[in-house]
């Protein structure tokens, strides 16, 4: 399966606790993007990324979550003491280029904040 | 900022007939594409538009893209049960701006 592969499916996480979500993209792909869909809401954009660089953070939350891509290895997104709000489905998107190419959806990582 | 909004939120029609869903803004977007979401997965691409008045075809989805490039409509002939699901728009604001702006959704029933 060459599609986007995301990581872990379902998370469950405690106040306070860290939780960290993986992303590969589809062979091929150097450019991520990261998307959050609240219960009953729309996805909304957080942030894109190619190897090694932060291209648009637009959407991310200004405190408690980062993202990464590393030169090797997976995307990774990550909030640091989670709080019932960030309880959401977290989509990870990649494409070959930029420039109206598409992007190509994993499956995503359910997040739950007990 | 740019928004999305897409028509009807619920739809639900007898297997065999047609239907259309509306996705409009007031904002100009350089590229539109269509997805359709499955409960407990992510979105999946179904076209991608372009150019202003374009009109693409799949199987018996057919999709346009207005000529101002701010609106969309996907058209769907002789629905089956197969074609129930979330459909979503998504616009790129402009060539150059990589992030989607999604729509609100549209949850399509088809009843056998």
């Known amino acids: 399966n060459a599609g986007v592969m995301q990581n872990p499916r379902h998370l469950v996480r405690r106040r306070g606790q860290e939780a960290r979500l993986r992303c590969s993209p589809m062979k091929g792909h150097s450019h991520v993007y990261w998307y959050r869909q609240l219960p009953e809401e729309g996805l909304k954009f957080m942030v894109y990324l190619q190897k090694e660089n932060i291209i648009d953070e637009s959407g991310m939350p200004k405190e408690r979550f980062s993202a990464e891509f590393p030169k090797e290895g997976p995307s990774i997104l990550r909030i640091q003491q989670v709080v019932r709000g960030d309880s959401a489905a977290y989509f990870c998107?990649?494409?070959?280029?930029?420039?109206?190419?598409?992007?190509?959806f994993g499956d995503g990582t359910r997040l739950s904040i007990l | 900022t740019q928004l999305l909004e897409q028509s009807p939120q619920f739809l639900s029609i007898q297997e065999g007939e047609n239907l259309t869903v509306y996705c409009n803004s007031s904002s100009v977007f350089s590229s539109l594409q269509w997805y359709r979401q499955e409960p407990g997965e992510g979105p999946v691409l179904l076209v991608t538009v372009v150019t202003g008045g374009e009109v693409k075809k799949l199987k018996r989805l057919t999709f346009q893209f207005g000529d101002a490039r701010k609106d969309s409509s996907l058209h769907i002939t002789a629905a089956q049960p197969g074609d129930t699901g979330l459909y979503l728009c998504?616009?790129?604001?402009?060539?150059?701006?990589?992030?989607?702006?999604f729509g609100t959704g549209t949850r399509l029933t088809i009843i056998p």
């Open positions: 998107a990649s494409s070959q280029y930029t420039g109206n190419q598409p992007q190509h």
């Open positions: 998504a616009g790129r604001p402009n060539f150059g701006n990589e992030k989607l702006t």
